[in-house]
């Protein structure tokens, strides 16, 4: 696997990730829930100012992505057939080279993201009962624990 800049041309791909992963992964969110945040998504994937980053198979083909803010993880998304393999991993550590110690908010309704972000070092420092757009799924607040 391998990471490269996102490209204007990768977007359709991308949201296609996105959609299958949240659906997989986010068995909190009902479909209208996934359909209202399609428009903000599409946006963001669309966005000269976002900072996306794509993990692909091979040279081309997008199996997932990470979008940063700083050192905030934004977004880290992995197609269904290809979780598990190491790619979460790679884009964490990926990040990490580029803005040093990461801080992520997570959905607290997805206990295997929080896992994984555990695993990867990570720890609470906080929480919100409600999302940034004040709906209600609650966030956890992390931060890397730098030894």
Same mark, same amino acid.
């Given at each position: ?49 976002? !900072? ?6 091979? #040279? ?13 993880? !934004? ?33 607290? #309704? ?38």
């Amino acid at each position: 696997m391998r990471i490269r800049p996102s490209t204007p041309t990768d977007r359709d791909a991308l949201l296609d990730i996105w959609l299958r992963s949240v659906r997989a992964t986010h068995t909190f969110l009902t479909e209208s829930d996934i359909e209202s945040l399609l428009p903000a998504v599409r946006d963001y994937l669309s966005s000269p100012d976002s !900072e996306l980053w794509t993990l692909c198979s091979d #040279q081309v083909m997008p199996v997932g992505f990470m979008g940063l803010a700083d050192n905030n993880v !934004e977004s880290l998304f992995v197609a269904p057939e290809h979780a598990r393999r190491g790619g979460g991993r790679l884009l964490l550590e990926h990040a990490r080279k580029l803005k040093g110690a990461l801080r992520v908010d997570v959905n607290e #309704q997805n206990p295997e993201a929080v896992r994984f972000y555990e695993a990867n070092g990570f720890r609470m420092i906080g929480r919100s009962a409600v999302d940034g757009a004040g709906r209600p799924f609650p966030l956890l607040h992390l931060r890397e624990v730098v030894t």
